[in-house]
């Protein structure tokens, strides 16, 4: 079941609406943005299988949870000065240029925790992603990315991108999707694959304690960015690397290598 949302003219808003939530409900833009406006204590926002190809969330001052899953192409911030703790789920991101991709976050400057689901992704064209963010993400604590394929070369510049971008995190949790067909947008190259460590040279995480692996295939863009995290940190306490099920030889080979590390 769903529902559309229609704002009367006479609509003046929630004045003491602290949390809202949306599900399986279809809304245009503007009425969206006219909705959130209008909520001006609105801490806590969760929208789940909203119907829109675009929204705008601006001038939200008191705005510090925002969690999103549903099937939307962007989602624009603007004027979040406290928004902390963002989930984002879109089932397909689409990025048509550059700013795209560096609006999601240039807005955010209070992140603390930022999870992503990066099932489906339409890159637009073949150079949408920097090397790193033109702001740094100095308040980022956590970064959580679920549903990534490491071995396709867009999603893995988002992870880089975002991890580069990030000196002050602490914790880094990926779990990976793996295509069984090896069926990948674009699979990364033995190029890309080689420069990922001195892409790494100048930076150190002074902060970061905890970092996790799940569903992993430990193919050598892993086991390249593995050696990264080993390296950098000098706070690291604990690793978890937990890889896909794979033959008990492979295991114990990969085992020795990233003992090595």
Known sequence: MGCEIQL????KGFNKLIRLILKSVSLSSDTFENLISNCPLLEDLVLKDTDNSYLI???SLKLRSF???GDIQLIHLENVPVLSNVLYA?????????DDFVNIFSSIVALQCFSMDLFEFDNGT???IPTRLPSVLNCLKCLFMSWITLGEFFKLSFALCIIKSSPNLEEIEIKEFFFSDGDYF???SQEVVDEILPSFSDITFNHLRTVKFYDIPLE???IQLIKVLLAKPPTLVKMVIKP???ETIKSLNLLAEITKF
Do not use: A, H
């Open 8 to 11: 009367s003219c006479f609509f």
């Open 57 to 59: 969330i601006s001038n």
């Open 67 to 69: 969690v999103f899953r």
């Open 90 to 98: 879109p089932r397909e991101l689409v990025l048509e240029d550059e």
């Open 126 to 128: 073949t150079k949408v």
């Open 186 to 188: 674009e699979s990364v």
């Open 220 to 222: 050598e863009v892993e």
């Open 244 to 246: 896909r099920q794979m």
